[in-house]
């Protein structure tokens, strides 16, 4: 696995003491593992992350280690594991936070698990928590009349693990509105993350010129020398597409006498 220290040095985290495990390094690889579970950072492998390198039309993302709270004694449970280091081929270019991170993990086909809070349909300022249980994202380019078009398709299914609130929300009706509010939701974490690579870093960290590379090659041969540029122009087509599989709650709120 590989991590970028951010705001530290690899050697004073390998330094950093554990208290559960002999080697700093397994400790930090068990909450790598967690956090990657529920989708809070990039988990990338040395041999994942040449590829990635190596390949024509997909700039590398990692994931950050990071310490928060710094002692005289640094310690494991000091630091965060969470979100993702940005780079144009070797070259850091900036940061994804967590929520973030889930919309580029989305695109990806890497989210299995996790939470989303979503505002409840009969009360604004109460909210509504998904215990998402599965994903599919997927990433298409398409030439027509000579211009690409870029889409991004995410398929998500989860169930109401909390709510705020004693409404009722397992109604067909309500569940159909959560599915609505799920599918906004999630829509603007892949817009935001888009709009950041595409405006900010100017990076394909999508890997849509690998795409380009393998279905259009003649379209290919004419933008690969300043692919990132031609990305950052291009609109994104995404559709998010949700379902509730069932309540995940044993009976329906309680009202307080």
């Known amino acids: ?19 559960l495990e002999d080697i700093a390094a397994m400790h930090i690889t068990d909450i790598l593992k967690n956090d990657a579970a529920v989708a809070k950072i990039k988990k990338i492998m040395l041999l994942d992350l040449l590829k990635e390198i190596d390949s024509p039309g997909k700039d590398p993302t990692i994931g950050v280690i990071e310490v928060v709270k710094k002692e005289e004694k640094l310690l494991i449970k000091d630091m965060k594991v969470q979100g993702t280091a940005v780079f144009k081929k070797d070259k850091l270019m900036g940061w994804l936070n967590p929520i973030e991170t889930r919309g580029l993990l989305f695109v990806e086909d890497k989210v299995k698990s996790g939470i989303i809070n979503i505002p409840n349909p009969l009360d604004k300022n109460k909210k ?18 000579d211009k690409l ?70 379209y290919w041969k004419q933008v690969k020398d300043n692919w990132n540029e031609e990305f950052s122009h291009i609109p994104v087509e995404i559709k998010v597409t949700s379902r509730i599989r069932r309540s995940g709650l044993i009976k329906n709120p309680t009202k307080p006498k």
């Open 149 to 218: 078009v870029l889409s991004i398709e995410v398929e998500e299914e989860g169930n109401i693990g909390e709510q705020q609130g004693n409404e009722d929300l397992t109604t067909p009706e309500m569940v159909k509105k959560l599915e609505e509010e799920i599918e906004e939701a999630i829509e603007k974490e892949i817009r935001d993350v888009v709009e950041l690579a595409q405006k900010k870093y100017k990076c394909d960290i999508f890997g849509f010129g690998e795409i380009v590379h393998k279905k259009h090659l003649n």
């Open 1 to 19: 696995d590989i991590l970028i220290t951010k705001g530290t040095t690899a050697k004073e985290i390998l330094n950093a003491e554990s208290g």
């Open 128 to 145: 509504v928590a998904i215990e998402m249980i599965r994903s599919r994202g997927k990433t298409n380019v398409q030439l027509k009349e």
